[in-house]
Each structure stands twice: as structure tokens, then as C-alpha cells.
Antibody, heavy 125, light 109 residues
Framework: QVQLVQSGAEVKKPGASVKVSCKAS????????INWVRQATGQGLEWMGW????????GYAQKFQGRVTMTRNTSISTAYMELSSLRSADTAVYYC??????????????????WGQGTTVTVSS | DIQLTQSPSFLSASVGDRVTITCRAS??????LNWYQQKPGKAPELLIY???ALQSGVPSRFSGSGSGTEFTLTISSLQPEDFATYYC???????????FGPGTKVDIK
């Protein structure tokens, strides 16, 4: 079955970096985008950015520009999200999600249809 | 950027109730609006895309409607497994990116 499996929980100190992995299986990794979304405890969903595994092209939310880097290793069908200069406000669950197009009538709609299980990142001194 | 608001932010309902959640966009987005369900401690799941298309495997008691700036998610007969938080989401075309609504938590009365 199609699934995304993320790396385990991380605890980091302020100012450090964290790199979260997201391994895809059950579909052709290069055929769909990987997006990253985070959620602080008790808060809503916050989109961070997308990456096209085929081209390596990326797009980041303005809030994270300069601090986030999304990469991939196509040989092992794995995407990565690295966030630098961590602060306590970055404490959250980080999700990867497949971005794909679903047809409805004559149009296609971009959706996040498969999600990883989430990776808890805790930033604390 | 287009902003999304949801109402109510919280609702208390009983099993069997009909539940309606509204999502409003700050400007017209045609039908480019998706809905997700998130249960505590779990990742979100896609319910509805294109404002009204049911994602494969989603029960038919869920339905979506609307276009332009106002959208609704309806659960025709609330089941115990439907108690969760619901988010609407739209895709900005340029710069490309997602916006999520703030969420509506559906709790047991």
C-alpha cells in the first residue's frame, strides 16, 4: 500500500538544526510532490513547503525562507526536510504528505492524499 | 494571500446529528477547496477535494458544497468515529503554497 514513513522523534537545543526523513513506498516516488506541514501542540496545520522529487525543485512558505531546505534521495525513495536556527516556537509535529492531482470533471485538484505518521521535534535548552 | 476562516471553531453534537461546518475564503477560489479530518494524535486525512468530490474510501455521509468564497462540509449522521477536528485548505497558485483554515473541533455532547 502507498505509505510515507517518517524518522523518529528529535530533541534539539535552540540554534541547532534538525533533519527529518520521509520514506515513500507503494508508488513511484518521483511522480508526485512531497509537502511538509507542521503542527504545534493544540494548534492548527501550517504548510512549510513542497518539493518535486523528480526535478528537485522546491517552494517554501515565506515564513521559513532561509531556514528550511527540502531535498531527496531518489535511490532510496526518501525525502528530507532540514530546519535550521531552531527556536522553542519550532517545537511541533512535522508531517510529510504526498501532493498529487485528483480529477474532478474537466479539472484537476491538487491535494495532500497520503501523510506520514508525523515526527515530533522538541526544541529545548 | 488568500485567508480562510471556519465557523464554528468548536461544536458539540450527538451521534446521529446532522453537522455543518462552514469555510469562507477572503477572495474567490472557484472550487479549489479541500477538506481534511484529523483525529487526536493522528495525521490528517483527505475527505473532500474540489469542494464536493468524495475521496476514495470516505463514507458517503460526508459531503461538501460551495464555490467562490463560501463552502460547507456536512456530515449527514454523525458517527462515533467522526469526532475529530476538520480543516479546510486551498492552494495558492502563485507563489504556490497551501493555506489551511483554523479548524473546527467536533466534540461529543
Amino acid at each position: 500500500q502507498v505509505q510515507l514513513v517518517q524518522s523518529g522523534a528529535e530533541v534539539k537545543k535552540p540554534g541547532a538544526s534538525v533533519k527529518v526523513s520521509c520514506k515513500a513506498s507503494g508508488y513511484t516516488f518521483s511522480s508526485d510532490d512531497i509537502n511538509w506541514v507542521r503542527q504545534a501542540t493544540g494548534q492548527g496545520l501550517e504548510w512549510m513547503g513542497w518539493m518535486n522529487p523528480n526535478s528537485g525543485n522546491t517552494g517554501y512558505a515565506q515564513k521559513f525562507q532561509g531556514r528550511v531546505t527540502m531535498t531527496r534521495n531518489t535511490s532510496i525513495s526518501t525525502a528530507y526536510m532540514e530546519l535550521s536556527s531552531l527556536r522553542s516556537a519550532d517545537t511541533a509535529v512535522y508531517y510529510c504528505a504526498r501532493g498529487t492531482l485528483l480529477p474532478k470533471g474537466p479539472y484537476n485538484h491538487y491535494v495532500l492524499d497520503v501523510w506520514g505518521q508525523g515526527t515530533t521535534v522538541t526544541v529545548s535548552s | 494571500d488568500i485567508q480562510l476562516t471556519q465557523s464554528p471553531s468548536f461544536l458539540s453534537a450527538s451521534v446521529g446529528d446532522r453537522v455543518t461546518i462552514t469555510c469562507r475564503a477572503s477572495q474567490g477560489i472557484s472550487t479549489y477547496l479541500n477538506w481534511y479530518q484529523q483525529k487526536p494524535g493522528k495525521a490528517p486525512e483527505l475527505l473532500i477535494y474540489g469542494a464536493s468530490a468524495l475521496q476514495s474510501g470516505v463514507p458517503s455521509r460526508f459531503s461538501g458544497s460551495g464555490s467562490g468564497t463560501e463552502f460547507t462540509l456536512t456530515i449527514s449522521s454523525l458517527q462515533p468515529e467522526d469526532f475529530a477536528t476538520y480543516y479546510c485548505q486551498q492552494l495558492n497558485s502563485y507563489p504556490r503554497g497551501f493555506t489551511f483554515g483554523p479548524g473546527t473541533k467536533v466534540d461529543i455532547k
